[in-house]
């Protein structure tokens, strides 16, 4: 399932997040959503996918979204670990080769 662009909010008690833990971990990993836990009608804490989190607190810069809409279009974001390391072997035992290649 894709994530949404936008989280959802949702608001549960205490003893709501208690007794269903699993199933708002699974809804904020898979779906994006966002649940504000309260406690005696207070917020009290926020439960949230690691990658809202990060998105949201350390948003990635311009440059590197460009670099990685360009591998999505090459289709080198599919590449194994095995096949880049496999790319970088291959350009280590031939240097100049790949220098030559580049510059053409």
Same mark, same amino acid.
Request: a positive charge.
């Given at each position: 399932?894709?994530?949404? +662009?936008? #989280? !959802?909010?949702?608001?549960?008690?205490?003893?709501?997040?208690?007794? &269903?833990?699993?199933?708002?971990? $699974? $809804?904020?990993?898979?779906?994006?959503?966002?649940?504000?836990?309260?406690?005696?009608?207070?917020? +009290?804490?926020?439960? !949230?996918?690691?990658?809202?989190?990060?998105?949201? !607190?350390?948003?990635?810069?311009?440059?590197?979204?460009?670099? &990685?809409? +360009?591998?999505?279009? $090459?289709?080198?974001?599919?590449?194994? !670990?095995?096949?880049?390391?496999?790319?970088?072997?291959?350009?280590?035992?031939? #240097?100049?080769?790949?220098?030559?290649?580049? +510059?053409?």
């Amino acid at each position: 399932m894709k994530q949404t +662009s936008k #989280p !959802m909010n949702n608001v549960v008690s205490a003893l709501t997040a208690r007794t &269903q833990l699993g199933q708002i971990l $699974r $809804r904020a990993t898979k779906n994006n959503e966002r649940f504000v836990v309260d406690r005696r009608g207070e917020p +009290s804490v926020v439960i !949230m996918s690691i990658k809202d989190y990060v998105d949201t !607190m350390a948003p990635a810069p311009q440059w590197l979204k460009d670099i &990685q809409a +360009s591998s999505r279009r $090459r289709g080198t974001n599919r590449l194994t !670990m095995n096949q880049i390391d496999a790319e970088i072997a291959k350009v280590r035992r031939h #240097p100049h080769e790949n220098i030559r290649q580049s +510059s053409r």
